[in-house]
């Protein structure tokens, strides 16, 4: 697994910068991306929910250049792709063990003002709501003292979702919702993550189903 940098690289952050910034045909095209809410000023942490290797693309065009704490079991298979994803930001994390490393990056990371994703799934899901969210999103956001920013995604399911073996043209929706202070959590950042976490997971479940609903409203 790579060692993570400690920080953005120069052309990461340019390409993903120049792209954000040109590719808004391209997605309505592709994607019939529509997003909703109002991106914040960094630092921050991104919690979003995970349905599609999508995911953080389309996170990444809604709220500018996120490092992403990745998961080991992507690495390792193909030397390009680690050196890309890397390259774009990603923080190499193990499923199985304590990463002191990749939590001291992602830390340094948001104390000089950048913004960390991470999504409290801690994996991709067929539906929302199959797995228990994990707390380590809001324990970042504590430990730094900075927001926690929920983001719902919905059809990516439908456009690269889990079995999924090609993209398809399916709209996408992202919504950007109000940021879970610090502030409003106190106590350890240990305790204070559980009822962060789950004022995440409640306003997550309102947004889908509203999201759900809109896409189905659509097709009528």
Do not use: C
């Amino acid at each position: 697994m790579p060692r993570p940098r400690d920080g953005f690289s120069r052309a990461g952050f340019a390409v993903w910068e120049t792209v954000r910034g040109r590719s808004d045909a391209a997605f309505r095209f592709l994607w019939d991306l529509e997003v909703s809410g109002r991106v914040p000023e960094a630092p921050f942490v991104v919690a979003a929910n995970h349905f599609s290797h999508l995911d953080p693309v389309f996170v990444g065009k809604a709220m500018g250049p996120v490092r992403y704490l990745a998961v080991d079991e992507i690495y390792g298979n193909v030397g390009w792709f680690d050196k890309l994803i890397t390259g774009f930001g990603a923080i190499p994390l193990s499923r199985v063990s304590v990463q002191l490393v990749a939590l001291r990056t992602a830390d340094s990371y948001l104390r000089r003002g950048g913004a960390v994703g991470i999504f409290p799934e801690g994996k991709r899901v067929w539906t929302w709501g199959e797995v228990v969210p994990k707390r380590g999103a809001a324990w970042l956001a504590l430990r730094t003292g900075v927001p926690l920013v929920p983001v719902a995604i919905w059809g990516t399911q439908d456009a690269y979702g889990r079995g999924a073996r090609r993209i398809e043209r399916r709209p996408v929706r992202v919504e950007i919702g109000e940021p879970l202070l610090p502030g409003n959590y106190p106590g350890h950042p240990l305790q204070a993550s559980w009822p962060m976490i789950e004022d995440w997971r409640l306003w997550m479940s309102e947004a889908l189903d509203r999201l759900r609903d809109e896409a189905i409203n659509r097709k009528l």
